[in-house]
């Protein structure tokens, strides 16, 4: 069965440590996998995505096959980082595509 | 000028009674989703329109019934509200099959007592 999980609830770091947001995937077949977040009292919205290979506020998120992984990182974190983080998986195509979310990771950035 | 919006923000209601949360989105896109964010943050998609027509229906009580007038429309309404309807529901608009491009709503906040 298709499944995304985020192990961590909570990550809680100071300002200026690294970031890392687990996410772990099962799929069969080639995953697309993106990354979203929900800042405190805003809509959500979508972070980066792992065919664009971009970093986005400093976060990059690098797909291991071998790992079935897509975690979200950042070297130095940042107070304006604090907010909800979603993993999610694309299952199936087209008109029937959907997302698949994690469970979603609170990251506090403490100042 | 908000791309999608929710209708009401709030509502809390009581057991049993019969509600509608509207959806508008003003980005010309054809397809659009309901989702449902649970007490512990799990978001799971509800169902999804393309051009009015009903594409995604997941395992969802036949008590929520969505309802498209037209494209840039979609209403979830839900009968006989149970406590475990509680949560926040999010609606998102995307062009064609693009749903990774979603662009989601504020969210509505339910609340069943």
């Known amino acids: 069965a298709q499944r995304v999980t985020q192990p961590e609830k909570l990550l809680s770091v100071f300002k200026g440590a690294p970031v890392e947001l687990k996410c772990n995937y099962s799929?069969?077949?080639?995953?697309?996998l993106f990354w979203y977040v929900q800042y405190s009292r805003q809509r959500l919205q979508l972070l980066l995505r792992?065919?664009s290979r971009e970093s986005i506020k400093g976060f990059t998120a690098d797909l291991n096959k071998g790992e079935t992984s897509f975690h979200l990182k950042k070297p130095f974190a940042q107070e304006e980082d604090s907010a909800m983080y979603y993993c999610?998986?694309?299952?199936?195509?087209?008109?029937?595509?959907?997302?698949?979310f994690g469970q979603g990771t609170t990251l506090q950035v403490k100042p | 000028d908000t791309a999608v919006s929710q209708t009401p923000k709030y509502l809390v209601t009581q057991m049993g009674n019969d509600k509608s949360i509207k959806c508008e989105q003003n980005?010309?896109?054809?397809?659009m989703y309901w989702y449902k964010q649970d007490s512990k943050k799990f978001l799971k998609i509800m169902f999804s329109?393309?051009?009015?027509?009903?594409?995604i229906n997941e395992t969802v009580p036949n008590r929520f019934s969505p309802k498209s007038p037209d494209k840039a429309h979609l209403n979830l309404h839900i009968n006989s509200l149970e406590l475990g309807d509680s949560a926040v529901y999010f609606c998102?608009?995307?062009?064609?099959?693009?749903?990774?491009?979603?662009?989601f709503g504020p969210g509505t906040r339910l609340l069943v007592l």
């Open positions: 998102a608009s995307s062009q064609g099959p693009s749903p990774e491009t979603q662009y």
């Open positions: 799929y069969s077949g080639s995953p697309e």
């Open positions: 792992h065919i």
């Open positions: 999610a998986l694309m299952r199936g195509s087209g008109n029937t595509g959907k997302l698949i």
């Open positions: 980005l010309g896109h054809d397809t």
């Open positions: 329109y393309n051009n009015k027509e009903l594409i």
